[in-house]
């Protein structure tokens, strides 16, 4: 699929990999949607798509809203007439404790953003982009959907719902002019855990120095993911640990897990139920 003139939505826009993606799309010569929750971080990714001489319009919003999709896809139906591409990026962890230690509305915040996010974008969207010749659909769900990680469980059911929700979807639209492309992240360096809604200011300056250096770059990720999304390739890991962990899953999912706790005692986070 050529991006040129091509209209692409994209929720999580207003930082890391969602900002580079809008970035990444503009240079190739898509004309741009961005959504997010913070409005100044969105307006900002507008003002430099713009820059890139690109054309970028600002939506803020709360994905695990209903009414904030279909405001988002009647923004962009307002100003484009239509929509090719949409990408579901946006996206929260959770803190890093027991699940014993987390509260229900902190899981259903993430569960809210990462999983009901992408079902109302999607629910909002698909019927226009079915009316497109060439349409792509593309889901970020991430390597802690593939394998369990301690302290990150319902983050990481919520990147495994995804994961099916998108892998289904992309069976049930065999056929149509509709690709669906699942992502599944290693680590890439943004600012996700700083954004972390229920994550202690302590614990993200803690947590920020252990892994500051960790994963690609959030531009390194976002070219991947446009390659994938002009093949209209089905399946990504973006990284070498993503890759890994994806083929240590089918060897030995038993391992995998166990490969995961030493690895984040490693980076010094231990979370164990007492
Ligand atoms: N950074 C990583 O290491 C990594 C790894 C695997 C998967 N991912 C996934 O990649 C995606 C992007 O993450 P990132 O690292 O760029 O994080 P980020 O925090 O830099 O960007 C996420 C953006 O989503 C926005 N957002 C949060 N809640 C929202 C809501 N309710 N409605 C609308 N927007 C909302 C935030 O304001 C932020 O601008 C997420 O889905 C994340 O789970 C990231």
């Known amino acids: 699929m050529k991006l040129a003139g091509k209209v692409v939505a994209i929720t999580g826009a207003g930082s890391g990999i969602g ?3 809008a970035l990444e799309v503009a240079r190739a010569g898509a004309h741009v949607a961005g959504l997010d929750l913070d409005r100044a971080r969105v307006e900002e990714t507008a003002s430099l798509v713009r ?8 939506v803020q919003g709360d994905v695990s809203k209903p009414e904030t999709a279909q405001a988002f896809h009647a923004a962009v139906i307002a100003e484009y007439g239509v929509v090719h591409v949409v990408i579901n990026d946006a996206g929260i962890i959770q803190p890093f404790v027991p699940f014993s230690q987390l509260t229900l509305p902190q899981m259903e915040r993430v569960m809210g953003v990462n999983w009901w996010g992408v079902v109302h974008v999607t629910h909002a969207f698909l019927p226009s982009l079915k009316t497109r010749k060439e349409a792509q659909l593309v ?10 990680v301690p302290g990150q469980g319902v983050y990481g059911a919520s990147k495994a719902a995804v994961k099916l929700f998108s892998e ?6 065999e056929g149509t002019s509709v690709g669906v492309t699942t992502v599944f992240p290693g680590g890439v360096k943004t600012n996700i855990l700083a954004n972390a809604p229920d994550i202690s200011a302590e614990e993200k300056q803690r947590q920020q120095g252990q892994s500051r250096d960790y994963g690609v770059s959030a531009e390194e990720a976002a070219a991947t993911i446009v390659n994938a999304i002009v093949k209209r390739k089905e399946r990504l890991t973006v990284g070498m640990d993503a890759a890994v962990v994806d083929k240590l899953t089918r060897l030995s999912p038993k391992r995998v897990g166990h490969v995961m706790s030493l690895l984040m005692q490693h980076a010094g986070i231990s979370v164990k139920e007492t």
């Not at 820059?51 to 600002?58: E, K, L, N, S, T």
């Not at 889901?139 to 369990?148: E, I, Q, R, T």
């Not at 289904?168 to 639209?173: G, I, K, P």
């Open 19 to 21: 900002r580079a993606l």
């Open 51 to 58: 820059a890139a001489h690109a054309r970028c319009i600002a």
């Open 139 to 148: 889901n970020v769900s991430s390597m802690g959907g593939l394998c369990p």
């Open 168 to 173: 289904s979807l992309a069976l049930e639209l």
